[in-house]
Each structure stands twice: as C-alpha cells, then as structure tokens.
C-alpha cells in the first residue's frame, strides 16, 4: 500500500543534516573586509575608538585595552545599555578624527602615540563630556565580567590576583574562616 510519502534514507538524511551544519557555520563565521563584526561602530570607527582606549589604559607589565578587547565592550553595550550614548559616540569620534586632521593631517591611529595624547588632551578640553564617557566606558570594560564584551582572558582580574571569576560574598567568607 503506497501512502504517496516519499521516505528519505537514514545516509541520505545524514548527509542533508551535515551540509545543513556546515553552512550554518560558514555564514555565522562570515566577515566582511576580513575584521570582526562590528555592532553598532563602523570598522575606521571601531580602529579609533580602539586606540583611545589604549590611550587610556596602555599596555606595560600587563595587557592595555586593546589586548581586553574594550572596543569589543563598548561596541556591544552601545546596542543594550548604552543605546542611550550612541549620538555622543558618533559625534565624539568624528570630532576625535576632525582634530587629528586639523592638527596632524592624519587620522587618529595614524598618529604617533605622543600625538595621539596631544588629540586627546585638546578634545578632553574641547568635549569633557565625551572625554568622560569613553574614559568611564574603557574602565568598565577593561575591569568589569568579561561576559559583557571585554576583560578578555580575565587580563585585569589577573593583573588584581583576583579569582577568575570572583564570587560575590568570597571576601568576606574568607575573612571569617580565617578569624575561626
């Protein structure tokens, strides 16, 4: 008796369900002009807002922003909890690259790192407001959960000696055990 079905063999169904995964995978790993994906910043956005960051928390004995991936942070708070920071972050970055042409006849992570600060201390002047954001953002990023985008590798908490991850109430847990 023919139920008008067509039945697919259990190889056949396989070998649907592994080129099925594979090109799931492709796409999802897929990236244009060979960086990562980006959220909310523009790549020449993203490479600036990145050497401020450096600037602000430089790498020496341990990793700089860069290395913990603030940019990643920023990038990704700017589409949850920082919605609210987007306009400042276009205009403050513009105004960063505007300054840097004007002063340097460069974009921004063209500069040399003593001109870079030379930019930043004149918009810190210019724009505190932006200047405040970026700086509070980097901290964040760069000592906050790397579950939110950034302290890669848990670089900062290293750099502390604090448990990767911490526990909340630890500190105090341990203090008592030692007094016992």
């Known amino acids: 008796m023919s139920t008008g079905r067509k039945t697919v063999k259990r190889r056949k169904f396989l070998k649907i369900g592994l080129a099925a995964s594979a090109s799931g995978l492709l796409i999802s790993c897929g990236r244009t002009g060979g960086g990562p994906h980006w959220r909310f910043f523009t790549e020449e956005e993203a490479r600036t807002v990145d050497a401020i960051c450096e600037q602000i928390i430089p790498a020496d004995d341990f990793p700089g922003a860069s290395q913990a991936g603030v940019v990643n942070f920023i990038d990704l708070q ?3 909890h920082y919605k609210k920071h987007r306009a400042a972050y276009r205009k403050g970055v513009a105004n960063v690259e505007a300054v840097s042409r004007e002063t340097f006849g ?3 992570t063209e500069l040399e790192p003593q001109q870079q600060i ?5 918009i810190e002047e210019k724009d505190p407001a932006f200047f405040a ?3 509070n953002h980097t901290m964040q990023g760069y000592y906050g959960d790397p579950r939110h985008g950034g302290n890669r590798e848990w670089v900062s908490w290293k750099m502390l000696a604090l448990a990767s991850p911490p526990v909340r109430g630890r500190a105090r847990l341990d203090k008592e055990s030692r007094v016992s």
Request: without cysteine.
């Open 118 to 122: 030379e930019v930043l201390t004149t």
């Open 106 to 108: 460069k974009r921004f």
């Open 133 to 135: 954001l970026i700086r």
């Open 78 to 80: 700017l589409t949850r």
